[in-house]
């Protein structure tokens, strides 16, 4: 397993952008594929972006597709969220997490970080 950190969660206003990062600890981060989760208060936790354990590949929720950018630096351990246009519904706790199988089902990723709040204002 891995384990993971996020940053770069904050307040934005609505329409605004914030870039979150997800920093990987252990040598076998580029064997995983990775995914961004979020999870708004009193809702269960929702896919939200995933990418292939070489960058090749992605894969977007609707409601975010056109808006948010999943990547990943092997040679730093770190997976990015690039989050633009934001939205109030946007608003969520928001998760990264590592998975060997090319899945959006939560229970198949092994491991989480602790999360970064990303708050949208209208």
């Known amino acids: 397993q891995v384990q993971l950190v996020e940053s770069g969660g904050g307040l934005v206003q609505a329409g605004g952008s914030l870039r979150l990062s997800c920093v990987a600890s252990g040598r076998t981060f580029s064997s995983y594929h990775m995914g961004w989760f979020r999870q708004a208060p009193g809702s269960e936790r929702e896919f939200v972006a995933r990418i292939s354990f070489s960058g090749s590949t992605t894969y977007y929720a609707v409601s975010v597709k056109g808006r948010f950018t999943i990547s990943r630096d092997n040679a730093k351990n770190t997976v990015y969220l690039q989050m633009n246009s934001l939205k109030p519904e946007d608003t969520a706790v928001y998760y990264c997490?590592?998975?060997?199988?090319?899945?959006?089902?939560?229970?198949?990723?092994?491991?989480w970080g602790q999360g970064t709040q990303v708050t949208a204002s209208a």
């Open positions: 997490a590592a998975a060997q199988r090319w899945t959006t089902n939560e229970n198949d990723y092994e491991s």
